[in-house]
């Protein structure tokens, strides 16, 4: 499993550090604590971000 730091996941998903962390504090996206570490599985995010996309595909 590939893990992402939140520096890392803010590149990935194209989001500052900030909006990561604001994120993460409200739970809108998947993450896990290592002690007081934040990190993300790459793969998790990746199906994630596929419901977002598909979240918001309007089909006719």
Request: aromatic share 8%; proline share 4%.
């Given at each position: 499993m590939q893990r992402l730091t939140v520096?890392?996941?803010a590149m990935y998903?194209?989001?500052?550090?900030?909006k990561v962390y604001e994120m993460?504090?409200?739970k809108e996206?998947?993450?896990y604590r290592i002690g007081s570490k934040i990190l993300?599985?790459?793969?998790?995010?990746?199906q994630w971000l596929?419901?977002?996309e598909a979240?918001?595909?309007v089909t006719s």
């Open positions: 520096k890392e996941a998903i194209g989001a500052s550090e900030y993460v504090r409200k996206i998947p993450h993300f599985s790459k793969s998790t995010i990746d596929a419901q977002q979240a918001n595909c």
